[in-house]
């Protein structure tokens, strides 16, 4: 029997990935959409359905055999059922794989959220191949994690696992979330905070790399921007990062002591920052923190897969529920 073709799917709260390909986790064709919160689920759909349409067509075929989605958000992979999103309104306990089969009328749909996704791409394809337990952090608009254990995803009781964004952390003898902490979205957050206490101080000087990149207004600040003036010697971004890094050795020593991984992949939009910044750090406070018998047991590298790991590892899904099901 040939190799079917099969359907990989990320949904996130600003960005739609759509990929054909086949059990290898190798993307043939992709369609790519922004999202626009504002407009709902439904329109989400609606992209989908088009989107699906055009890879067909570039493949110059009329269906695929089985389908995988990684949603951000909470999802029962029992079920089918996303429970939430965080980003946009109307996914509430929505049947997603019902509705998908019925829509593009694919027979095997399969789901999980964005982060065991991207966990088994990198088990499967990147940087964590074939090393279990294979714990994946990835830190962009929020923070997740994933586990995989012996090539299948640890999930729990069926409504997901390892939800490390969640995890309470002592910042300043303050518990606080991971997530508010160590996500490219309070990043942002904690640099334009800086550049509006400058302006309502006055301190507003070329002394700050943060504020002139800004130009002095604080909805301009961006992670990315934070981490540019970090690297120019800023040092309240400096201080930003420092606290973000701080909070992720922590977690992750939480997560290690308890999880024991042989490898530890950190992925998502603010782990392209320069290892300097981001990597060394949180690998320097992980070693410090961490049970001292797992110390020389565990390593942790930067992810391989970029900004297509989830499709590559709704592929894998797909894979996995065709194989089962032919």
Same mark, same amino acid.
């Given at each position: 029997?040939?190799?079917?073709?099969?359907?990989? *799917?990320?949904?996130?709260?600003?960005?739609?990935?759509?990929?054909?390909?086949?059990?290898?986790?190798?993307?043939?064709?992709?369609?790519?959409?922004?999202?626009?919160?504002?407009?709902?689920?439904? #329109?989400?759909?609606?992209?989908?359905?088009?989107? +699906?349409?055009?890879?067909?067509? $570039?493949?110059?075929?009329?269906?695929?055999?089985?389908?995988?989605?990684?949603?951000?958000?909470?999802?029962?992979?029992?079920?089918?059922?996303?429970?939430?999103?965080? %980003?946009?309104?109307?996914?509430?306990? !929505?049947? *997603?794989?019902? /509705?998908?089969?019925?829509?593009?009328?694919?027979?095997?749909?399969?789901? %999980?959220?964005?982060?065991?996704?991207?966990?088994?791409?990198? +088990?499967?394809?990147?940087?964590?191949?074939?090393?279990?337990?294979?714990?994946?952090?990835?830190?962009?608009?929020?923070?997740?994690?994933?586990?995989?254990?012996?090539?299948?995803? +640890?999930?729990?009781?069926?409504?997901?696992?390892?939800?490390?964004?969640?995890?309470?952390?002592?910042?300043?003898?303050?518990?606080?979330?991971?997530?508010?902490?160590?996500?490219? /979205? #309070?990043?942002?957050?904690?640099?334009?905070?800086?550049?509006?206490?400058?302006?309502?101080?006055?301190? !507003?000087?070329?002394?700050?790399?943060?504020?002139?990149?800004?130009?002095?207004?604080?909805?301009?600040?961006?992670?990315?921007?934070?981490?540019?003036?970090?690297?120019?010697?800023?040092?309240?971004?400096?201080? *930003?990062?420092?606290?973000?890094?701080?909070?992720?050795?922590?977690?992750?020593?939480?997560?290690?002591?308890?999880?024991?991984?042989?490898?530890?992949?950190?992925?998502?939009?603010?782990?392209?920052?320069?290892?300097?910044?981001?990597?060394?750090?949180?690998?320097?406070?992980? #070693?410090?923190?961490?049970?001292?018998? !797992?110390?020389?047991? +565990?390593?942790?590298?930067?992810?391989?897969?970029?900004? $297509?790991?989830?499709?590559?590892?709704?592929?894998?899904?797909?894979?996995?529920?065709?194989?089962?099901?032919?």
């Amino acid at each position: 029997m040939s190799a079917p073709w099969l359907l990989g *799917i990320e949904i996130g709260g600003t960005k739609l990935q759509l990929g054909l390909g086949t059990a290898n986790g190798a993307i043939t064709a992709l369609e790519e959409r922004t999202i626009d919160p504002t407009q709902g689920a439904g #329109a989400i759909r609606a992209q989908i359905e088009e989107a +699906y349409r055009g890879l067909l067509a $570039k493949q110059g075929i009329d269906r695929v055999a089985a389908a995988g989605i990684g949603f951000g958000g909470p999802v029962d992979s029992v079920r089918g059922t996303v429970l939430v999103s965080n %980003q946009v309104e109307g996914w509430s306990d !929505f049947p *997603i794989c019902e /509705w998908l089969a019925s829509s593009l009328q694919i027979d095997t749909v399969v789901l %999980q959220n964005d982060s065991d996704s991207a966990t088994l791409a990198e +088990y499967r394809f990147g940087a964590g191949r074939g090393l279990s337990p294979l714990l994946y952090v990835n830190s962009g608009s929020g923070v997740g994690g994933g586990l995989v254990v012996n090539g299948q995803i +640890y999930s729990g009781s069926g409504l997901g696992a390892i939800e490390i964004g969640h995890l309470w952390i002592e910042d300043e003898l303050v518990p606080t979330k991971l997530e508010d902490l160590a996500s490219g /979205w #309070a990043i942002a957050r904690a640099g334009r905070e800086a550049v509006r206490n400058r302006n309502l101080s006055g301190r !507003f000087q070329a002394d700050s790399a943060l504020w002139e990149l800004a130009q002095g207004t604080p909805e301009r600040v961006t992670g990315e921007m934070v981490a540019s003036a970090a690297l120019a010697g800023d040092s309240e971004a400096q201080q *930003i990062f420092a606290r973000a890094t701080r909070a992720m050795g922590r977690a992750l020593a939480h997560a290690t002591t308890l999880l024991a991984p042989r490898r530890i992949v950190l992925g998502g939009g603010v782990s392209q920052t320069p290892a300097a910044l981001w990597l060394d750090p949180i690998r320097a406070e992980l #070693a410090q923190r961490v049970f001292a018998s !797992f110390r020389d047991h +565990y390593d942790l590298v930067p992810a391989e897969l970029g900004q $297509k790991v989830v499709v590559h590892g709704a592929l894998a899904l797909a894979a996995d529920a065709w194989s089962t099901h032919s």
